[in-house]
C-alpha cells in the first residue's frame, strides 16, 4: 500500500486499520472503517481518498471519483492523502491527473524535494517531457544533486527522440542537451557511469562519432564499469560506423587474444578483415598500424590467426574452447562466397567437421554449432559424413536383431546430434515409406531407453524433477517430426494420431517440455479439435510479451473451431496483457528514472510503441468484438448497446496500418528440416500480407456492423437537412473498401501458398471466401443500402429499389443456403478401419453462425423501416376505404423470406443433432491405426486423444448449436 506518512503524525495510527483492510483485499470493512473515522476526523482528507480507493476496487468508480474529486479541490498537501489519490488515480487508469495534484503541492510547499521528484515522476508517467525537463530544473535548483541535472538532460533527450520534427531534434533538443553535459564535463561535476552513458546517447544520436569515441576512450570511459567490455564494444561500434576497419580489426584482434571463445569477435575481425582487404589498406612505414595496435590486411594473416588460435586450444587438453574451431570453418565459408582459392589451406570443411563432432559431439549445442556450416558439405557427401560421424559414437554391442543403444548420456548425446545432423541433411526426408516406419520405431526405442538415465539423477533412484527435461525428449520430437512427413506426402491421417499418442506419452514423461505441448497444440488445431488445446497452452505459463509472440498458435484457431467460450478466454489471455503494457511500462521508465539507466529509456518508449502497433493485438481486439457481438446482440436495438458499450465508431479506423509491428515468433517450434523445407523470408512475407489482409476484412466487418446499427431509420422523406446524410455514406465507402479489400483477398488466395508444417498457420481467408461467407456478408451489407433508400423515399417513387430489395432477399437465401449445403457430411469419417477428420466442416459452421447474425441484423433492420411503413399503408387504405389497392410485394417478399430463413436455420440446427448423434455413437477404440506394431501403452495413448478430438467435436457442436438456437428464436421479432 501507499507510504504512511510520517512515524510522529497521530493520523497514522488512526488510518492503519483502513489501509490494513485495503491490503487484505476486504474493501467493504476498509469503507466501514473509513466512514467511521470520518464522523469523528470530518477534514481527516486522507480517510476520504482511502474510502474511495475501496469503493473503486467493490466496481463503485462514479462514487469513488467524486469522492476524490472533492478531496483534490481542497487541495491537500499531506503525504497520506497525495500518496492515496496517486494510487486512485492509477487504479482509475487517470495518471493525468496526478500530475495537478502535485502541480499544486509545489506550489503551495515550493522547497519539498520529495514533492518536486513526485511530480517529476507524475510527468514521466504521461510523456510530458518538456514539463519534466522544467521540473528536473527546478529540482536542481532546489537540491544540487546530479541525478536531478541528469533527469533534466534525459527529458530533452526524449523530446527529441518524440519530436515529429527530425530537424528540430537535431538542430535544438540534442545541442542543448549536449551542451548542459558539456558543462557538467568542463566543471569536473561528472560523478556517475549513467551520466557518462547519457553524453555518449546524446553524441552518437548527433551523430558525432569521433567525438563520442574520444569519450568512451578518455578519461570519462573509465567510468564505464558495469556491464563487462563496455568500453570495448562501444568502441566496435562506433569504428563501424565511422569505417574505420583498421581499428576495428586491431581490437578485435586484441580481445580475441584474451577471449578466443567471443563469437561476436571473431564475426568483427572477419568483417574487418575483409573491408580492409577491399580497400587495398597497408600499414604505414613507421608507427602503429591504429590506434589499436597491430591490423592484419591480407587472408594468409587471417589464416595464420585463427590456426594459432586452435594451436593453443590443442595444447590445453581438456576444456577446449569452440570459438577458434568454430571460426576456422566460417573463414571456409566467407573465403567460398568471394571464391578465393586460400580456403584449402585452412582444410577440407567434411573433415573439419568430423574432428569438430569428435571434440564436442557430446555437448547438446553441437547441432546448432555445425547445422550453420552444412552448406560446405557437397550433397555427395552427406551420406559419407553421416556414416563416419556414426562411427564415432559408443553404442553397446546389441542382440541379433535389437538396436545398438547408448550406456551413458554422453554417448546418448552424440547419437541424437548424428540423428539431427541426418535430418537436417535431407537423409530422413530422402527416406522410402518402409524405412520411414523402421526410423520410427527406432526413435521411439531409442527415446523409452534413454529414459532411463532421467531416473540415475537422484540417488534415490526415482525419476528427475517435474520441471526437467528427459535426455532423450528429442528423440521422441523426432520421431514425431518423421511421423508428420508422412501425413504431409500421404496425407493419411493414422500418422498424425500416432504423432498425438507419442507426444502425449512424452508429456507424461516430461510435463514441462514446451515443444511437446507447441506440437500438440498446432497438430490439435489442424484436426480442428481445440478443447484440448486452451491446458496445453495454459500450462505453457506464457510470460508477458509471449502473449505477443506465440499468442497467435491459440487465437487463429480458437472462434473458427466453434469454441466460444474458450475463444473469449484465449483472447482475453493476451488483451489483459497489452493492456497492462501502457501502465507497466510507465513505471519501468520511472525506475530507469530513478537508478540512472538513461539508455534503457528510450528503449522502453520503443517497446510500448511496437506493442501498441502489434498484429497480433490488433487482430484479438478485432476478433474479440466481434465475438462478443455474434455472442450477445440479437436484434438491431441490442446490437446498438453493445457497440456503444465498446466505443466503436464506424468512422473511425483505430488500426496503425502503417506502423503495423509483426511480433509473432515463426520459429518458436524446433526444426532440424533442411534448408528448401524451412521457413523463408518468401513465407514471412506471404504470411504478413495474408494476416493483413483478413485483418482489414475483419475490421471493416466489425466497422460495417457499427455503421449498421448507428443507421438511423427514422428519416423524414426527403429531408437533407437532418445530418442524417452522412451515415448511410459510411456505410457505403465502407462497403467499397470491403469490396476492394476482397479482391485483393481473392487475388491472394489463388496464389495458394502453403507455408512449412511447423511455420505459421494459413488465416481463415481461403476458407471464408471458398466457403461464400464473405460474399454472402457483402450483400448483406449492399442491401441495408437498398432498404435505407426505401426509408428516405417512401414506398410512392421506390419501385426500382422495392425491385432490388426483393431479389437481394432471394439472393441471401440463396448464398446461405449455399454456405450450408459446404458444411454437409460427417466430421468424423470412418473407412476402412481408418479414421479421417474433416475439420473444414466446423469451420464453415461457424462461417454459417457469424453470416446468419449479420443477415439477421441486417433483417431486423428491414423489418424497422417495413413496419412504420406498412402501419401507414393499412391507415391510408382505412381512411379511404379503398380495400382493392394491391399491398406493394415488397411486404410479402420479406414475410416469405424471414419463414425460408427459419426453415433453413432449423434444417441447420437438424444436421448439427445428426452430426452429435453420428459422434457420440462412434466406437473409435476399435479403429485400427496402423498400429498392429504398436504396444499396448502406445494404443492407449492413441484411444485417449482420439477420444479428445471427439470430445472437442461434440463440444463445438454443442456450442454452435445454442447459438444458432438463440438466432432462431430472434426470427420471431422480424415479424412486420
Not at 359 to 374: A, E, N, Q, T, V
Not at 869 to 898: D, G, H, I, W
Request: aromatic share 8%; hydrophobic share 40%.
Amino acid at each position: 500500500m501507499a507510504a504512511r506518512g510520517h512515524v510522529q503524525d497521530p493520523n497514522d495510527r488512526r488510518l492503519r486499520p483502513i489501509y490494513d483492510y485495503l491490503d487484505n483485499g476486504n474493501n467493504k470493512m476498509a469503507i466501514q472503517q473509513a466512514d467511521k473515522l470520518l464522523k469523528k476526523h470530518k477534514d481527516l482528507y486522507c480517510a476520504k481518498v482511502l474510502k474511495a480507493i475501496g469503493l473503486q476496487r467493490t466496481g463503485k468508480q462514479d462514487e469513488a471519483f467524486t469522492l476524490a474529486q472533492e478531496v483534490t479541490a481542497l487541495e491537500p498537501t499531506d503525504d497520506n492523502s497525495l500518496q492515496a489519490l496517486t494510487i486512485l488515480y492509477r487504479e482509475m487508469h487517470r495518471p493525468e491527473l496526478v500530475t495537478k495534484l502535485y502541480e499544486v503541492a509545489v506550489k503551495k510547499v515550493p522547497s519539498s524535494e520529495e514533492y518536486h521528484s513526485h511530480l517529476f515522476m507524475a510527468y514521466a508517467r504521461v510523456g510530458e517531457y518538456k514539463k519534466m525537463q522544467q521540473a528536473g530544473m527546478a529540482l536542481y535548483k532546489i537540491v544540487p544533486k546530479n541525478p536531478y541535472y541528469f533527469w533534466s538532460v534525459m527529458s530533452l533527450v526524449m523530446q527529441a527522440i518524440s519530436a515529429r520534427d527530425e530537424k528540430l531534434s537535431k538542430t535544438m533538443f540534442l545541442p542543448l542537451a549536449e551542451r548542459m553535459v558539456a558543462k557538467m564535463v568542463k566543471e569536473e561535476k561528472i560523478e556517475a557511469e549513467a551520466e557518462v552513458q547519457l553524453y555518449f546517447m546524446i553524441l552518437e544520436r548527433l551523430g558525432k562519432y569521433v567525438e563520442a569515441l574520444e569519450v568512451v576512450r578518455g578519461k570519462l570511459g573509465e567510468k564505464l564499469t558495469s556491464e563487462l567490455q563496455s568500453r570495448e564494444n562501444k568502441c566496435m561500434a562506433l569504428y563501424k560506423k565511422l569505417d574505420r576497419w583498421p581499428e576495428c580489426n586491431a581490437l578485435s584482434r586484441k580481445l580475441l587474444l584474451t577471449n578466443p571463445d567471443d563469437w561476436q569477435f571473431f564475426l568483427s575481425y572477419f568483417d574487418s578483415l575483409f573491408h580492409v582487404i577491399d580497400e587495398s589498406w597497408s600499414p604505414p612505414e613507421e608507427g602503429e598500424h591504429s590506434l589499436e595496435g597491430e591490423v592484419e590486411s591480407s587472408v594468409a594473416q587471417a589464416i595464420k590467426f585463427v590456426l594459432d588460435r586452435i594451436s593453443a586450444e590443442e595444447t590445453k587438453g581438456s576444456r577446449q574452447l569452440r570459438g577458434p574451431y568454430l571460426a576456422r570453418l566460417e573463414l571456409i565459408q566467407r573465403l567460398r562466397q568471394r571464391g578465393s582459392p586460400e580456403e584449402k589451406e585452412l582444410g577440407e570443411p567434411h573433415e573439419l567437421m568430423f574432428q569438430y563432432f569428435e571434440k564436442f559431439g557430446d555437448k547438446p549445442c553441437c547441432i546448432s554449432d555445425l547445422k550453420i556450416f552444412l552448406d560446405l558439405l557437397a550433397p555427395d557427401q552427406h551420406v559419407q559424413f553421416i556414416n563416419r560421424v556414426m562411427e564415432t559414437v559408443p553404442l553397446t554391442a546389441p542382440a541379433e536383431g535389437a538396436i545398438a543403444l547408448p550406456a551413458d548420456t554422453k554417448a546418448l548425446q552424440r547419437h541424437l546430434c548424428v540423428v539431427q545432423l541426418a535430418r537436417s541433411l535431407g537423409l530422413h526426408h530422402a527416406m522410402d515409406r518402409e524405412h520411414k516406419l523402421s526410423l520410427i520405431h527406432e526413435l521411439k526405442t531409442r527415446y523409452r531407453h534413454g529414459l532411463e538415465f532421467g531416473k540415475l539423477r537422484l540417488p534415490s533412484g526415482k525419476s528427475s524433477l517435474k520441471t526437467e527435461l528427459q535426455y532423450s525428449d528429442v528423440y521422441c520430437l523426432l520421431a514425431a517430426h518423421v511421423l508428420i512427413d508422412m501425413w504431409a506426402e500421404t496425407g493419411e491421417e493414422w500418422s498424425l494420431w500416432q504423432c498425438l499418442g507419442l507426444l502425449e506419452e512424452g508429456l507424461i514423461q516430461s510435463p514441462s517440455n514446451a515443444q511437446f505441448k507447441l506440437l500438440l497444440i498446432l497438430i490439435f488445431c489442424r484436426l480442428g479439435a481445440f478443447e484440448p488445446v486452451v491446458d496445453l497452452y495454459s500450462s505453457l505459463d506464457a510470460k508477458h510479451v509471449q502473449h505477443d509472440t506465440i499468442g497467435y498458435l491459440l487465437t487463429r484457431y480458437a472462434e473458427s473451431l466453434g469454441q466460444f467460450a474458450a475463444s473469449s478466454q484465449s483472447c482475453n489471455f493476451s488483451l489483459r496483457f497489452f493492456h497492462s503494457n501502457q501502465k507497466d511500462t510507465s513505471e519501468y521508465i520511472i525506475q530507469a528514472y530513478k537508478y540512472g539507466a538513461f539508455e534503457k529509456i528510450p528503449e522502453f518508449i520503443a517497446f510500448r510503441n511496437r506493442l501498441n502497433s502489434s498484429l497480433h493485438f490488433a487482430q484479438v481486439r478485432t476478433e474479440r468484438m466481434l465475438l462478443d457481438l455474434f455472442l450477445e446482440a440479437n436484434i438491431l436495438s441490442s446490437l446498438e448497446e453493445n457497440i456503444k458499450s465498446m466505443g466503436l465508431c464506424p468512422e473511425e479506423d483505430d488500426i496503425p496500418w502503417n506502423d503495423m509491428r509483426d511480433n509473432r515468433d515463426l520459429t518458436v517450434l524446433a526444426s532440424w528440416d533442411p534448408k528448401d523445407r524451412q521457413l523463408s523470408e518468401e513465407h514471412r512475407r506471404w504470411s504478413l500480407e495474408e494476416e493483413t489482409l483478413w485483418l482489414r476484412i475483419r475490421s471493416l466487418t466489425l466497422r460495417l456492423i457499427a455503421a449498421l446499427a448507428t443507421l438511423n431509420h427514422t428519416v423524414e422523406p426527403n429531408n437533407s437537412q437532418n445530418g442524417v446524410e452522412c451515415k448511410p455514406n459510411t456505410l457505403r465507402s465502407l462497403l467499397k473498401q470491403l469490396h476492394f479489400a476482397l479482391e485483393s483477398g481473392k487475388s491472394f488466395s489463388e496464389r495458394n501458398v502453403q507455408y512449412p508444417f511447423l511455420g505459421p498457420p494459413s488465416t481463415r481467408l481461403a476458407p471464408a471466401l471458398a466457403s461464400g461467407c464473405l460474399q454472402c456478408q457483402t450483400s448483406a451489407f449492399q442491401f441495408v443500402s437498398d432498404v435505407y433508400d426505401l426509408d428516405a423515399n417512401g414506398l410512392d417513387d421506390t419501385t426500382e429499389v422495392q425491385e432490388s430489395i426483393g431479389n437481394s432477399l432471394k439472393s441471401l437465401l440463396v448464398q446461405l443456403k449455399d454456405i450450408f449445403n459446404k458444411c454437409k457430411g460427417d466430421l468424423l469419417e470412418v473407412k476402412d478401419s481408418q479414421c479421417k477428420t474433416k475439420p473444414s466442416i466446423l469451420e464453415n459452421l461457424v462461417f454459417f453462425v457469424e453470416t446468419i447474425s449479420i443477415v439477421l441484423w441486417v433483417s431486423s433492420y428491414c423489418a424497422n423501416v417495413l413496419r412504420p411503413l406498412k402501419s401507414n399503408l393499412q391507415k391510408k387504405k382505412k381512411k379511404k376505404k379503398e380495400t382493392n389497392t394491391a399491398t406493394p410485394p415488397v411486404f410479402t417478399r420479406y414475410q416469405e423470406y424471414v419463414a425460408s430463413l427459419q426453415t433453413l436455420i432449423s434444417e441447420v440446427l437438424d444436421h448439427i443433432k445428426g452430426l452429435e448423434i453420428t459422434l457420440a455413437a462412434l466406437k473409435l477404440e476399435s479403429l485400427s491405426l496402423e498400429d498392429s506394431a504398436l504396444s499396448e501403452a502406445e494404443r492407449k495413448f492413441t484411444k485417449a486423444v482420439r477420444g479428445k478430438v471427439q470430445s472437442s467435436y461434440q463440444h463445438s457442436l454443442q456450442e454452435v448449436g445454442e447459438l444458432l438456437k438463440k438466432r432462431l428464436d430472434t426470427l420471431k421479432s422480424l415479424k412486420i
